[in-house]
């Protein structure tokens, strides 16, 4: 009976490790200058699972895109460690960092944070080049996704003909074209007007539900009610986790 | 206004210190470039302006073409100038110079000196060049026969002071010692003078009775136009002296007319230069001394704009890339008040103040370049740069231009900014592709990949010229002069075939590069009755051997055929030209008498390589004057030959001063000036290369600096370092291979002609192109690609976390 509590128990954690998707353990960032010295996380212990939506919520300067660049494998923890996807990558260099974010992890701006100098198009196929596919897959796959967006008609113009909303599509079409498994938002609606936040919040919920893990900083209360949990950070720490499962499935479509 | 405007400048300058670097060190270099080589320019131009009389003086030149002879010579007939102070009323004064063709030997207060510039020539010279006399008088110094002016530095070298009047000079004539008294002292001509005199003496001295013919055209001949004078007049005049002087000595001599010249593809012409022209103009291998060269002049002056271009264009080019970030300050000004006229000036101030002290830097760096600059051009440009207090005001305009011009564009552009649009933030401007500013770029590609190739193309000219076979072998070969004033020149040579470093030796009366002596040659057979111009020289049995002169047909002379004293040995050039299809036995008239052919000699160069190697015999040895000893030795003993010689010499030479050279060495000193020139303009190309880097590397930093932004989203996106890399070098790859093109073809059609001057050229090779187009390209990727690389290395979030 032990024996099969302990089994039981072992299978339970195996299949919990392969249900998360994001481990981190007493996670700590400092930044230094000259002079100063600059705690931006402190000790953050999370776990996320694959297919959640999380959102991560504080006040400026609560280390939210901090937290966010070390999920994104953007940059190193100062300290602690950080398990993604099963694999520790707490003291990977940068190359190898590249190679793990390469197809699996999609990046959302609030400035959007196109080339200025490439087409709509253009730009969504960047992580794709990057990736190695033939100029046709390419071509099938960019295609396919600006459909989805809703942009295709735009195909051919250039970030700056385009407005905000159709600027962030444009963004989350280059996010989601590897079909990766994490997609990562620092406040996707931040500079967008009401309509077309509502309009890419929908489209995140849609990737969400189609299986995609999303974690989403954000400052706005509407904006958090779309995601699965919430997570308060302040001055680098982890105060509050809440849970909307309801909300997640009974989305608030009728407040609109 | 402009103390604000400077104050701001300043700051402006201070605050970007790597930019203001950058165009202050590219435009000192630029200028300082510019400063010597208007320096050079300016002082070859200065020749002989320093004669009050200058505008009005003319030299009488002669050009000659007969059969493949073609030469033109700065002398003429010493009849010519009073011939000219007759016909024409206009010359009111004329003077005739005579120079030594071999150095000679002087000899004063029992001590000897090789002397070269000892002149004879016309009391006039006084007054036509202007000589200013420190000892005794003037016009009556050379009236009589074996009287002599000194220069000053030359009394002083001799005698260590200038009251030297009535003192005794010796010089060798014709073989016997003769003494002139000196009459007088003159101040030496400035260095910036066409020749230079160390002794004047009467030409009577030379002509003992006075030259009626115009056979001999061995004279520098001057003369002094009158102040009304129509100088283009008399200029127009001149030629035709060839039909009423020369016509009926070319009749008597040739039996033909010049029309009978003129109809077989020959002339003689006459023609009157202007002295200020000399320096410049006047090539010949005759001249007094060797002259500056008008195409040295515009290469200089051709590659100074080009270098004050190119560093001009840096500060264009980083002003306008830096616009973005002062694109807010010029906003916040306007919607202030500010018109356009004032952001102008204030622009304008800047690079102006920046010129000024680029200015500041150069003439640091000019002080340094002017020694170097003289060692390579035998210069004195450090007198000229001193002694000239109003160049600083051409300096001070060359400034002022190149703050105007390097500014003008990017003050006209930024004042435009339109502050609504500027303060907003959406001004789209400085990403680092704008075309004006790649096509500057690229521009200054085409100059520096221009001057790689046409530095390489003129280095390998020199290369080729250094290496040419010259026909006979000038490795380890002493020559000795004046050997005629030996007690026994055989027992002299005897002395070294006796020693076990000398391979052989040989006595002879010229050497390949001395001057040889021209006269005429006729065929006896045929119907070829017109004379064949040629140099002719006497040498002993072992010459050939001694020099390493290979025989092409028959045999050189030797002490055991006594049939070979009726002989001729000629070479290749002139069998050729003569048109001679079996040359060994056939009979020719010389002014030596009737000669018979017993070898030809494989072609030799017995003068520069600027010239085709022309024909050439040898007499037979015996009884003909012989003035140098040739010895070739066993290589690595020129040392142990030097003490042998030097030992020899005292036996023999009764305190006469012992003047040798090695070939090798006399080959290498005639094309020195042109390596020297090559050298200078390499470092003026390499200039030019560090400048347009220099440029370039400003350019590529601030483009990176400007792409921070799209690097970080494409390293997030996944990009490699190296796709990176390739990304920001791939521009300037399409510029360069651009200009490349256009380069090319260029360069290869002004090389070709440049080419076309050496008698001798070597070919362009394509891959000339491949390495100037490769090295300029290694040059502007490693200067981006070490931009692109710090760019690289920064943290992607970094560049996205500030917007």
């Known amino acids: 009976m032990q024996f099969y509590l302990a089994r039981q128990l072992a299978l339970e954690k195996q299949t919990y490790k392969l249900k998360i998707m994001i481990i981190t353990k007493d996670l700590c960032k400092v930044f230094r200058t000259e002079e100063v010295e600059t705690s931006a996380l402190h000790d953050v212990n999370l776990h996320i699972q694959r297919g959640e939506f999380a959102a991560i919520m504080g006040p400026s300067g609560c280390g939210k895109s901090t937290l966010l660049n070390i999920i994104g494998l953007l940059d190193n923890p100062s300290n602690g460690s950080y398990i993604f996807n099963n694999t520790d990558v707490t003291k990977k260099s940068e190359k190898q960092r590249t190679h793990f974010r390469k197809g699996n992890i999609g990046f959302i701006f609030q400035s959007f944070n196109l080339i200025d100098e490439l087409t709509v198009f253009e730009n969504v196929e960047l992580p794709l080049i990057y990736m190695g596919l033939t100029a046709s897959k390419r071509k099938a796959k960019v295609n396919e996704v600006l459909d989805r967006m809703n942009i295709s008609h735009r195909a051919k113009h250039y970030p700056q003909q385009l407005s905000g909303g159709q600027q962030q599509r444009v963004a989350i079409a280059r996010a989601v074209v590897t079909d990766p498994n994490l997609i990562l938002a620092d406040e996707p609606t931040g500079n967008l007007d009401s309509s077309n936040g509502t309009e890419v919040m929908e489209l995140l919920k849609e990737l969400n539900h189609s299986g995609t893990t999303v974690v989403m900083v954000t400052h706005s209360v509407r904006d958090s009610e779309y995601a699965d949990r919430v997570i308060h950070l302040f001055d680098g720490k982890v105060v509050s986790e809440n849970k909307h499962k309801q909300i997640k499935r009974e989305p608030i479509k009728e407040e609109l | ?803």
């Open chain 2, 1 to 803: 206004m402009i103390w604000n405007n400077l104050k701001i400048a300043f700051r402006n300058l201070w605050r970007n210190k790597i930019y203001s670097f950058i165009n202050l060190f590219g435009l000192a270099i630029g200028l300082a470039g510019c400063i010597v080589l208007s320096l050079y320019v300016i002082d070859e131009y200065s020749y002989d302006k320093h004669n009050k009389n200058h505008s009005r003086i003319y030299r009488m030149n002669t050009s000659v073409k007969m059969n493949e002879f073609e030469l033109t010579h700065p002398t003429s007939s010493p009849v010519l100038a009073a011939t000219l102070i007759e016909d024409f009323p206009e010359v009111i004064d004329a003077t005739r110079i005579l120079q030594l063709f071999e150095p000679t030997v002087i000899e004063a207060d029992g001590r000897g000196f090789t002397e070269n510039n000892f002149y004879w020539t016309d009391p006039s010279i006084i007054k036509i060049f202007d000589l200013q006399i420190l000892k005794g008088n003037g016009e009556q110094s050379l009236k009589n026969l074996y009287q002599v002016i000194i220069s000053e530095k030359t009394a002083l070298k001799y005698f260590g002071s200038i009251d030297v009047i009535g003192k005794q000079v010796k010089m060798d004539d014709s073989g016997e010692s003769q003494a002139y008294t000196i009459s007088a002292v003159a101040k030496d001509l400035p260095y910036n003078s066409h020749f230079h005199f160390h002794f004047l003496t009467s030409i009577k001295t030379h002509f003992k009775n006075e030259v009626t013919s115009y056979n001999n055209d061995g004279a520098y001949t001057y003369v002094l136009l009158d102040e009304k004078a129509n100088a283009e007049a008399f200029v127009e005049k001149v030629p035709g002296l060839v039909k009423k002087y020369i016509e009926p000595s070319l009749k008597a001599y040739k039996k033909m007319s010049l029309e009978d010249l003129e109809k077989q593809g020959d002339y003689y012409r006459m023609f009157a230069m202007p002295l200020t022209d000399i320096h410049l103009h006047s090539n010949s291998i005759y001249e007094l001394e060797k002259n500056g060269d008008i195409n040295n002049v515009y290469i200089f002056l051709f590659s100074s704009i080009l270098i004050l271009l190119i560093a001009c264009i840096n500060f264009t080019n980083l002003s306008t890339a830096k616009s973005a970030q002062r694109a807010k300050e010029i906003g916040v000004r306007k919607s202030l008040g500010s018109s356009r006229k004032r952001l102008i000036m204030q622009f304008l101030s800047e690079s102006i103040l920046l010129s000024f002290v680029a200015l500041l830097v150069a003439l640091l760096l000019v002080e340094l370049m002017i020694p170097i600059v003289n060692s390579l051009l035998d210069k004195e440009l450090g007198e000229l740069y001193y002694s000239t207090p109003n160049l600083i005001l051409l300096f001070l305009g060359i400034a002022l231009f190149t703050g105007l011009f390097a500014g003008s564009y990017s003050a006209f552009y930024l004042s435009k900014f339109d502050p609504a649009k500027v303060l907003k933030g959406n001004l789209k401007s400085g990403n680092g592709k704008s075309p004006l500013r790649q096509s500057l770029v690229s521009f200054q590609f085409c100059i520096t990949i221009f001057l790689f190739v046409s530095t390489l193309i003129a280095h390998q000219q020199m290369e080729y010229i250094k290496q040419k076979n010259l026909g006979f072998d000038k490795e380890d070969l002493l020559i000795v002069r004046n050997v005629q004033k030996l007690r026994s020149k055989e027992v002299f040579k005897t002395a070294f075939l006796n020693s076990s470093y000398v391979i052989d030796a040989s006595l002879s009366n010229n050497i390949p590069g001395s001057f040889y002596d021209g006269c005429s040659l006729w065929k006896t057979s045929g119907d070829d009755k017109k004379p064949y111009s040629t140099r002719f020289t006497t040498a002993d049995f072992d010459f050939a051997k001694t020099m390493g002169i290979k025989m092409a047909k028959g045999h050189y002379f030797s002490k055991d055929r006594a049939s070979d004293k009726a002989g001729l040995v000629v070479n290749e050039a002139l069998v050729k030209d003569m048109n001679l299809t079996n040359p060994i036995g056939t009979v020719l008239k010389t002014p030596m008498g009737i000669k018979t052919i017993i070898g030809v000699v494989k072609d030799f160069h017995f003068v520069s390589l600027h010239m085709k190697i022309g024909s050439l015999i040898f007499l037979h040895p015996e009884g003909l004057p012989q003035s140098h000893l040739a010895i070739k030795f066993h290589k690595h003993q020129k040392k142990e030959v030097l003490n042998l010689l030097k030992y020899n010499w005292d036996q023999q030479a009764s305190g006469f001063p012992l003047d040798y050279f090695f070939m090798d060495d006399k080959f290498a000193s005639l094309h020195k000036s042109e390596n020297n020139t090559m050298l200078l303009f390499s470092i003026f190309s390499i200039l030019s290369i560090l400048i347009t880097c220099l440029g370039l590397l400003g350019l590529s930093s601030f483009t990176t600096e400007q792409r921070t932004k799209e690097i970080g989203v494409r390293k997030i996106l996944g990009a490699s370092n190296f796709s990176i890399l390739k990304m920001l070098n791939k521009d300037i790859l399409k510029w360069m291979l651009f200009a490349i093109i256009i380069t090319s073809p260029l360069a290869w059609y002004i090389m070709n002609n440049w080419l076309e001057a050496f008698a001798y050229r070597t070919t362009i090779e394509w891959y000339i192109f491949i390495i100037s187009g490769a090295t300029a390209m290694i040059l502007a990727m490693a200067t981006i690609s070490w931009q692109a690389w710090l760019a690289t290395k920064k943290d992607p979030v970094e560049a996205l976390r500030y917007e």
